[in-house]
T-cell receptor, first 117, second 110 residues
Framework: GAVVSQHPSWVICKSGTSVKIECRSL??????MFWYRQFPKQSLMLMAT?????????EQGVEKDKFLINHASLTLSTLTVTSAHPEDSSFYIC?????????????FGDGTRLSIL | GENVEQHPSTLSVQEGDSAVIKCTYS??????FPWYKQELGKGPQLIID?????GEKKDQRIAVTLNKTAKHFSLHITETQPEDSAVYFC?????????FGTGTSLTVIP
């Protein structure tokens, strides 16, 4: 149980392209989803927290117009990297937290490797 | 805000030996402490967790201990196997957020 599917797993695209990444909770309802960015050999950096049906809360230093997050349903959140540039190349990981209170575990997707040429 | 520190950053053990990874946290309101295993090119996978009202939890070869007074918690892996090689992250939960440690790269030498 508690499977999170993230798609696509790898994207290579030209500079200036917008890229959408999907995160789905397959067998549970996720009231909260988190989006992280991870650089090689580093820890997870929280970008934003999204609650179903409301606007995402972005961490300091993360441009909300650059990284658009939508959490339209209890099983789907999307991250769109708009007008991507080489410095946006990174490993993006989503996670979803089950209903049941703030101390429920979060379950991670397998990440999306984004490479901007 | 919360500050989670994790040690060591790298750890090599012989197959069959035990491995211990330690984390400290700063916020006494933190109430939930999961551990994640991340293999190369994949997302972190939850392997064990502990809540603040429990001192120890065990699941087969892995165990976690929590000392709320000292604000530290540890992951113990016994009888290590090559497939245990990965990066392990601790985390603490307070408010509506999770705070991650910097990771420990564990290598189990056959």
């Amino acid at each position: 149980g508690a499977v999170v599917s993230q798609h696509p797993s790898w994207v290579i695209c030209k500079s200036g392209t917008s890229v959408k990444i999907e995160c789905r909770s397959l067998d549970f309802q996720a009231t909260t989803m988190f989006w992280y960015r991870q650089f090689p050999k580093q820890s997870l950096m929280l970008m934003a927290t999204s609650n179903e049906g409301s606007k995402a809360t972005y961490e300091q230093g993360v441009e909300k117009d650059k990284f658009l997050i939508n959490h339209a349903s209890l099983t789907l959140s999307t991250l769109t990297v708009t007008s991507a540039h080489p410095e946006d190349s990174s490993f993006y990981i989503c996670s979803a937290r089950q209903r049941g209170g703030f101390n429920q575990p979060q379950h991670f997707g397998d990440g999306t490797r984004l490479s901007i040429l | 805000g919360e500050n989670v520190e994790q040690h060591p950053s790298t750890l090599s053990v012989q197959e069959g030996d035990s491995a211990v990874i330690k984390c400290t946290y700063s916020d006494s309101a933190s109430n939930y402490f999961p551990w994640y295993k991340q293999e190369l090119g994949k997302g972190p996978q939850l392997i064990i967790d502990i809540r603040s009202n429990v001192g120890e939890k065990k699941d087969q070869r892995i165990a976690v201990t929590l000392n709320k007074t000292a604000k530290h918690f540890s992951l113990h892996i016994t009888e290590t196997q090559p497939e245990d090689s990965a990066v392990y992250f601790c985390a603490s939960h307070t408010g509506n957020q999770f705070y991650f440690g910097t990771g420990t790269s564990l290598t189990v030498i056959p």
